[in-house]
């Protein structure tokens, strides 16, 4: 009996012994990096820089990029955006510069530059190893008249390869093209800009062309995609859409508020702005809120609620400052109490999360 129980116990230890090594084989590891666990904050500049914060908020180092790189050119005039690849990479836009600086996103180490093909870039995104970049271009075709549209527009979406970084066409949408998001394998395409203009085109990768035009309010100013439908929101209006066919689902005329901007969807809610202050509602609501969640304090005259981001149960507010000094952020939970105030860079624009 005693031999049969020790050799009991010796079958279940191998048991258990390869029981954790497979589920330490089938685990994946974290990516390696200073950055790894926290956010970044882009500096719109002068010359752009980005702070990195980590999620515990403790630990805020500025201008990442000059320390990771002393020896790299910066990063341009103003910096607009960054966004993501599949391959730990991040891409940061400098529209005053014209160029794509490409680095890795937990390291913040330069891959390379991209800087032909490009004028005046936004946003990108990024799908089936292609990225999709919006181009302001010119600027020769802003009317500012609604009533009057031009009769043509230079705005274009340069598709830059993945493998060689660099830019291998360009696709015409015969609109503004700002705001750009990738959803189930089709690129959705904002086409109003400064309050002018009123669709967003929807692109198929497979031809590069806009295979459908979906009519919104005047001035769409943000849109996010969720379960099947585009949210749209303009300074009075908070539109559905039906993401397949392009439908009107319910609009929400917004009787009392005004200005609105910043819309962002987390956790069946939707999140706005308007001046210095927050709103919420459910994502599907067709009655606006009568109260602010919060109001932060401000004395920027151009830059209140420069940047605005809700993430992982916490409300991000950047702050443009004056544009000549260092500015801050503001960190709230979603019950509007602020978490933290943090000194960033020179006009900070956005939030982006590892």
Do not use: H, W
């Not at 970044?40 to 000059?66: C, H, K, M, P, R």
């Not at 490409?102 to 990024?126: A, W």
């Not at 802003?142 to 009057?148: A, C, E, I, M, R």
């Not at 917004?254 to 969807?265: M, P, Q, R």
Request: some cysteine; glycine content about 8%.
């Amino acid at each position: 009996m005693k031999i049969n129980k020790l050799a009991l116990f010796a079958l279940l230890g191998v048991f258990v012994l390869n029981s954790c090594s497979n589920d330490d084989d089938a685990s994946e590891p974290l990516p390696e990096g200073d950055y790894t666990d926290g956010f970044f904050v882009l500096n719109e500049g002068g010359i752009g820089t980005v702070t990195y914060i980590s999620d515990d908020l403790s630990t805020v180092e500025q201008d990442i990029f000059a320390s990771v790189n002393p020896n790299a050119a910066d990063l341009g005039a103003y910096t607009q955006s960054i966004f993501f690849d599949d391959n730990d990479r991040a891409y940061i836009i400098s529209n005053g510069s014209n160029l794509i600086t490409v680095v890795d996103r937990y390291t913040f180490e330069l891959i390379d530059v991209i800087d032909e093909g490009l004028t005046v870039p936004k946003y990108g995104v990024v799908y089936n190893g292609k990225a999709y970049v919006t181009n302001n271009n010119t600027f020769n075709d802003y009317t500012y008249d609604n009533d009057n549209p031009p009769a043509s527009y230079d705005d274009f979406i340069a598709v830059i390869n993945l493998e060689t970084l660099s830019v291998e066409s360009t696709i015409e949408t015969d609109s503004y093209t700002e705001q750009i998001e990738e959803e189930d394998g089709l690129i959705y395409v904002n086409g109003s800009s400064f309050g002018y203009g009123n669709t967003i085109n929807v692109i198929n990768p497979s031809s590069n062309a806009v295979e459908r035009t979906i009519t919104t309010a005047f001035g769409v100013n943000s849109f996010d995609i969720e379960d099947g439908s585009i949210y749209a929101l303009s300074s009075n209006s908070y539109e559905v859409f039906n993401k397949d066919n392009g439908e009107q689902l319910s609009v929400l005329e917004f009787a009392d508020l005004s200005g609105a901007s910043n819309l962002v969807l987390e956790d069946d809610q939707a999140y706005f702005t308007i001046d210095r202050s927050v709103y919420v509602m459910e994502q599907n609501s067709i009655t606006e809120p009568a109260t602010a969640l919060l109001t932060y304090s401000s004395t920027s005259e151009y830059g209140a609620m420069y940047g605005f981001a809700v993430e992982d149960g916490r409300i991000y507010i950047a702050d443009g400052g004056d544009f000549s000094s260092d500015s801050f952020v503001e960190i709230y939970s979603t019950s509007g109490s602020l978490l933290k105030n943090i000194t960033v860079g020179l006009g900070p624009n956005g939030f982006y999360f590892n």
